[in-house]
């Protein structure tokens, strides 16, 4: 009898690894899972691949392979507690006995049969690793790390890609889990894995940056790069070395006349981003306005509505650097408005002004309550959205955000308010999703990584921003539109979106989240493990493989914040010495 495949092809010849010791009868041995007594000297961990082999009447064998998911040592001998110190004293006889717990993976070929007690069990080989662990079946494998046993674990790209499934979602505690570290390693995987083909030229990733300006130099090489790092990499098969193709985005710099970026530690490569009055009536996006309050804006959605559809309508570009006028009833035009706040403060004149009022408000629909409760929230706005909807700034052709420019898109959005965050995020998800929804093609991918989920996408209520977010998770795949989403607590985002994500990633967790049915793909002994797992340690869950495997990414090729990126590199120039060419005597000019 000779072992197949699932897709029917001869597997390859199985290399057998070091044996470990024999499968116990003292505990049920089952298809699906089996105790392994360990010989004398032989140590394993927990998620190291051990496989046996069942013998067959007829003749063959069947595989039968599996990761380890629990590991017992005690006494054999001993019935009290106190036991042990008779037995460590040599008074009381007893044998060490220690037993590692299998979760099978793979029976190969597919005959589900129990292992035999006495059954000789061993590390798996390369050959069994490789069908143990469905790496055989992978055409195109994409490395996210390396295992225990310090080999490379891999992710099917055709689970997320859209081939076969689509979308990741990672969970962990906020700077313990290295949920971004890991998001970028991800990418940076794909992009140079080989698995994508000539295809990966074409590829883009766009990441909203919310912490700081760690994410701003990962097109720098990484100064603390150790050999040890190096040598991580290699065995992945992947260069080490930072990102090929990036462009940063970053908002205005508050008050300068040139919408200089808002940026310090970054000079070069760095465009400012914006929306000119004119876009924002044109394309409607008031309505992102009040993306983070769509339970408490029930009453006046209509009225939401209403403005943008007037403003839309009605407005007209009065100069280059996008500043409009709006038209009245009676066909005249308004005064100019250049700014934010001016164009606020038009709608709150036009909304309580009785003569136009109606007009605005969709006739006697709406009460004087409704518009006030309106005008409220429009009125806090101002201050978080007047660097970024702008009419008062000289044209320029490189402020509206792209992702044609590069493999990689950075929007910086860690100096704007929440609520700023919030409209930009909204309005550039739906600006890339229509424009892949235009083009009808799923190629090229689009990866869009975006971190606090649970803020964007909550499980209660609603928002515009939300609905983008669902229908990236329910229809992107179809679109080549990949998304990428981090969070402390997937208990908190929308389920839906978390149900369509066909790899899950957890980094450390806290307990109480640990214990929530959204952490249903980790085995009891895989939670336990994640509230103390340190850094740089996450647990995978993909489609194909029963158990989720832990893996350790490599140290960042790329540098993670200023002080990392190679000298070389550095995009900001030092500051000339203000007292270069004065002579020792001379006097200092103040």
């Keep these: 009898m000779v072992a197949r495949t699932t897709d029917g092809e001869a597997a390859p010849k199985a290399v057998a690894g070091q044996a470990i010791g024999r499968v116990l009868g003292t505990q049920s041995a089952t298809p699906l899972s089996f105790w392994v007594g360990l010989e004398p000297g032989q140590v394993v961990q927990l998620d190291e691949v051990v496989a046996t082999r069942r013998e067959l009447p007829g003749g063959g064998s069947v595989l039968i392979a599996g990761v380890v998911t629990d590991i017992q040592a005690r006494h054999e001998g001993a019935a009290y507690d106190s036991d042990v110190f008779l037995i460590a004293d040599g008074v009381l006889p007893a044998a060490v006995v220690e037993a590692a717990e299998v979760t099978v993976t793979r029976v190969d070929p597919e005959m589900y049969v129990p292992p ?52 990741v979602s990672i969970s962990g505690v906020s700077g313990v889990a290295t949920k971004t570290s890991f998001a970028t390693f991800l990418l940076y995987s794909i992009f140079n894995s080989g698995a994508l083909g000539a295809e990966a030229a074409n590829t883009k990733a766009l990441i909203f940056s919310v912490k700081g300006e760690d994410l701003l130099f990962i097109d720098h090489a990484n100064n603390r790069l150790d050999e040890r790092a190096r040598a991580a990499y290699a065995k992945l098969g992947l260069p080490a070395g930072p990102f090929g193709s990036v462009h940063v985005f970053a908002p205005p710099r508050p008050g300068d006349p040139n919408g200089v970026p808002n940026v310090s530690s970054r000079t070069q490569g760095v465009g400012p981003f914006y929306w000119t009055l004119t876009e924002f009536c044109r394309e409607e996006l008031l309505r992102y306005v009040f993306a983070d309050t769509e339970d408490e804006r029930a009453q006046y959605t209509l009225l939401i509505g209403q403005v943008a559809a007037r403003l ?50 969709g006739g006697g629909l709406v009460g004087i309550g409704t518009i006030n409760a309106f005008l409220r929230r429009l009125r806090s706005s101002v201050r978080p959205l007047e660097t970024i909807v702008r009419g008062d700034l000289p044209p320029r052709k490189d402020r509206s955000i792209t992702t044609s420019d590069a493999q990689v898109t950075i929007v910086d959005l860690h100096n704007l308010p929440e609520r700023a965050q919030r409209f930009v995020v909204g309005v550039v998800l739906r600006g890339e999703f229509g424009r892949k929804e235009s083009t009808g093609s799923a190629r090229p991918l689009l990866f869009v990584v975006l971190d606090e989920l649970n803020k964007y996408a909550p ?3 609603g928002s515009p921003i939300k609905e983008i977010l669902l229908d990236v998770a329910e229809r992107g795949r179809s679109l080549g539109v990949i998304l990428i989403g981090a969070q402390q607590t997937a208990s908190e985002v929308e389920r839906r979106i978390v149900a369509n994500c066909a790899v899950r990633v957890a980094g450390r967790l806290d307990a109480a989240e640990a214990s929530r049915a959204e952490y249903g793909w980790l085995p009891p002994a895989a939670r336990a493990r994640a509230t103390i797992a340190r850094p740089g340690t996450m647990f995978v869950g993909q489609p194909e493989i029963p158990v989720p495997l832990a893996v350790e990414f490599p140290f960042p090729a790329w540098a993670t914040r200023p002080a990392e990126s190679d000298s070389s590199f550095q995009g900001a120039a030092p500051a000339a010495d203000p007292f270069a060419g004065l002579d020792d005597d001379d006097e200092v000019p103040f």
């Design 459 to 461: 499980r209660e209520g």
């Design 312 to 361: 839309r309508r009605d407005a007209q570009e009065a100069e280059d650097g996008g500043a409009v006028r709006i038209r009245k009833p009676d066909g005249g035009l308004g005064t100019v408005c250049r700014t934010y706040k001016d164009l606020v403060d038009l709608i709150e004149t036009e909304l309580t002004d009785e003569d136009t009022r109606a007009e605005w408000a």
């Design 116 to 167: 035999l007690p006495g059954t000789v069990a061993y590390r798996a080989g390369d050959a069994d690793r490789e069908l143990a662990l469905y790496f055989d079946v992978m055409q195109r494998r994409i490395p996210v790390g390396l295992g225990r046993d310090g080999e490379p674990i891999h992710l099917n790209l055709d689970f997320l890609d859209g081939t076969r499934g689509a979308h």
